[in-house]
């Protein structure tokens, strides 16, 4: 499985940003994705999650209401859209993959690891 995240950039404090991860292989369908994010000197943190039918989502406390997982498994690719960003979200955003059924906060359960996309939030 490989992933490549894109969409980031720069943004001012309250804009939005889409990031986009495309997945390779047959087994996006079937497979838990999820979003972490990792700041300079600070650990990965997760951000969101989706199942791999999207019948669930989970989010960190810091996003609820502003961001949203989603995914198109018809297209391999999962989804971030991020509103009314903060300058503390600047981060480099990383998507990945379980390989499995279950949806994980944790970055343990994730097998899969893209190469991550910058985020930078102007104040």
């Known amino acids: 499985v490989q992933l490549q995240a894109s969409g980031g950039g720069l943004v001012q404090a309250g804009g939005s940003l889409r990031l986009s991860c495309a997945a390779s292989?047959?087994?996006?369908?079937?497979?838990?994705m999820g979003w972490f994010r990792q700041a300079p000197g600070k650990e990965r943190e997760f951000v969101a999650a989706?199942?791999?039918?999207?019948?669930?989502?989970h989010y960190t406390n810091s996003v609820k209401g502003r961001f949203t997982i989603s995914r198109d498994n018809a297209e391999n690719t999962v989804y971030l859209q991020m509103n009314t960003l903060k300058p503390e979200e600047t981060a480099v955003y990383y998507c990945a993959s379980t390989g499995r059924l279950t949806v994980s906060r944790s970055a343990d359960d994730y097998n899969y690891w893209g190469q991550g996309t910058q985020v930078s939030v102007s104040s």
């Open positions: 292989g047959r087994t996006f369908s079937r497979s838990a």
């Open positions: 989706i199942s791999p039918s999207a019948s669930s989502t």
